[in-house]
């Protein structure tokens, strides 16, 4: 789909990409030697959507990832994101976009050490000060991810697989309306994986969430709605964007292995 076209649902009700990627250009110099990591990537991604971005190690998926979170600057091209332009933008401005816009989940769970699981749940709310309702609704999503009686522990007390619940939880605190995914699974065995894979779909169908989640295993990707393939730095295949409503009207398949 080219870039900046409006997306229409089944009922023909008109929208803005929620995010939208034009001419995206990533190069990296080093003396005399540059290396194109990107090379002009564009697409489009309506809200409620779930895309995972594939390619094989060097591919360019996490430099993707990364300009999309605005953790890098792209060398051209920009990057709207819910109707805001963050190309350009000063690392205060993107600190607030990234706030108020954007949540994370990381394949190292990236939890501080010295807080609990709730509190490290309660930390993006506190960050952008958004405290009203704030311990109820930590304490929801620690439920929803099955950790009620483990709120008061610290990451050193949990597995890697309840790491990663708290940091799923704690992506989803502020109810921003983008998730990026890189590799969640990626440090988990096959059923700690599959768990986190169906609590991530789950509560992001449930928050009506747009997932974007950068992986290079074909069996996670055949659960997100669309799939976009780097290769070189080139978009190779891409299976074209649904709406929301067709996301929503997508059988569920319970998840039963992820590599």
């Not at 205060?92 to 010295?114: H, M, N």
């Not at 440090?187 to 779909?201: E, R, T």
């Not at 978009?235 to 997508?250: A, H, K, R, Y």
């Amino acid at each position: 789909m080219p870039p900046n076209v409006i997306v229409k649902d089944k009922e023909n009700t008109i929208s803005q990409p929620i995010i939208s990627v034009t001419g995206l250009t990533r190069t990296i110099t080093n003396g005399a030697h540059s290396v194109e990591i990107l090379k002009g990537i564009n697409f489009d991604v309506p809200a409620g959507q779930f895309v995972a971005i594939m390619g094989a190690s060097g591919s360019g998926k996490s430099t993707l990832l990364g300009l999309l979170a605005g953790l890098d600057s792209p060398t051209a091209g920009r990057v709207i994101l819910d109707g805001e332009d963050i190309t350009g933008l000063a690392e205060d401005k993107l600190a607030v976009v990234r706030g108020r816009k954007i949540g994370f989940v990381f394949q190292s769970y990236q939890l501080i050490p010295t807080l609990t699981a709730l509190e490290n749940v309660l930390l993006p709310a506190e960050l952008t000060g958004r405290l009203s309702g704030a311990n109820a609704r930590a304490l929801e999503l620690l439920e929803r991810v099955g950790l009620t009686s483990r709120k008061d522990h610290y990451p050193v007390q949990l597995s890697g697989g309840e790491q990663q619940r708290v940091a799923l939880a704690r992506a989803f605190m502020v109810q921003p309306p983008i998730l990026l995914a890189d590799e969640p699974t990626g440090n988990l065995d096959s059923a700690n994986g599959a768990h986190i894979l169906q609590l991530l779909i789950d509560l992001n169908r449930h928050e009506r969430t747009t997932l974007v989640l950068v992986t290079h295993d074909a069996e996670l990707a055949r659960h997100a709605d669309r799939r976009i393939v780097l290769r070189d730095g080139l978009v190779i295949s891409d299976d074209g964007p649904l709406s929301l409503t067709e996301n929503l009207e997508n059988d569920a398949q319970p998840i039963s292995h992820v590599r």
